[in-house]
């Protein structure tokens, strides 16, 4: 009888996914020229060098890449940043300025979070303050916007929102944009209270906090991987869900760009066999021709330049960029 139980709930979830995940996707559901893709470290630190901007310039040509951003952190757990983790910055903004016209580089910076984990006290003042000159630091280095991407924070955090405020003042005055990775909405009302409450990890933001998140950025990409998910179907389906969900609530003038998982990872919370890009790409268009088919302000963003191998790229390229 238990098993039963439990059953029906979860094979009533599955079904649903399923349904999000039926069906043809809209001939006009494809790239608005507002993508993105996450770029490593080796980019700032001295690694990578002309040749891999080339190459890299290559495998762009042709997509709806307009942002780039490049982990140039992480930050101190006091907010400060380490200039001496970037010392290919210079390098990087003014040959992408010349081999990649058109595309923005933004600083990716982040940190773990208090207080699920020792990190950065986003409810501090002083934290906020040094993660704000951090900013100005990197915009004084060349990049042309800020990206944050700062784990795990709690849909209660008035501090992240703060901090959002403090920063976007400084990016505005620069004429550059704010972007932050936002994690997954809760799939049902209020369950990221009864998770983070249970196992103490806010794996979901509430609907409201992921909207008053939206209305401080230019962009927010959402972590659309770890899902959990067991099959393809289901997963494309999830993503479906998150993308109308982030749809319901994103200010029309900021970009929403939902995550690809071009990555391979088996493990629990995420497996490589479910989690693919072509799943993802399938999902976001066939929610986006639902939901938003005339929004422009709207994009995918992979994750992470050195583990996408040529099938995530041509996954990509047939199924949003066409």
Do not use: C
Not at 110 to 119: H, R, S, Y
Not at 120 to 147: I, N, P
């Amino acid at each position: 009888m238990a098993f039963g139980v439990v059953a029906v709930p979860v094979g009533t979830a599955a079904a649903a996914l399923r349904l999000q995940y039926a069906g043809e996707p809209s001939a006009d559901a494809r790239s608005r020229g507002r993508d993105a893709l996450w770029l490593g470290h080796a980019w700032v630190d001295g690694r990578k060098g002309d040749a891999d901007l080339r190459a890299l310039a290559a495998q762009l040509a042709g997509t709806g890449i307009r942002d780039l951003y490049v982990h140039t952190g992480p930050l101190e757990h006091d907010g400060s940043l380490d200039a001496k983790l970037y010392p290919k910055a210079g390098w990087l903004n003014e040959a992408a300025g010349r081999l990649l016209p058109g595309v923005r580089v933004q600083a990716w910076l982040g940190d773990v979070v208090k207080p699920e984990k020792a990190g950065l006290d986003l409810e501090d003042q002083a934290s906020r303050d040094r993660v704000t000159a951090s900013a100005r630091q990197v915009l004084d280095a060349g990049f042309d916007g800020v990206h944050f991407d700062m784990e795990p924070i709690r849909p209660d955090s008035a501090g992240w929102l703060a901090l959002l405020d403090q920063v976007h003042a400084v990016t505005a005055a620069r004429g550059v944009p704010l972007s932050v990775a936002a994690p997954q909405i809760d799939p049902l009302p209020g369950l990221h209270v009864l998770t983070t409450g249970l196992s103490g990890h806010g794996k979901w933001w509430s609907q409201a906090y992921f909207a008053e998140t939206a209305r401080r950025v230019e962009q927010i990409a959402v972590m659309s991987y770890d899902t959990g998910m067991v099959l393809e179907s289901l997963y494309g389906g999830y993503v479906a869900q998150q993308t109308a969900l982030a749809l319901e609530v994103t200010p029309p003038q900021v970009d929403l760009l939902m995550g690809l998982p071009a990555y391979w990872e088996d493990r629990w919370g995420h497996y490589g066999s479910a989690e693919t890009v072509r799943a993802a790409v399938r999902g976001v268009r066939l929610s986006l021709g639902r939901h938003a088919p005339d929004r422009r302000a709207f994009g995918l963003a992979l994750y992470v330049d050195f583990t996408a191998t040529p099938e995530d790229w041509a996954a990509y390229r047939r199924g949003w960029v066409g």
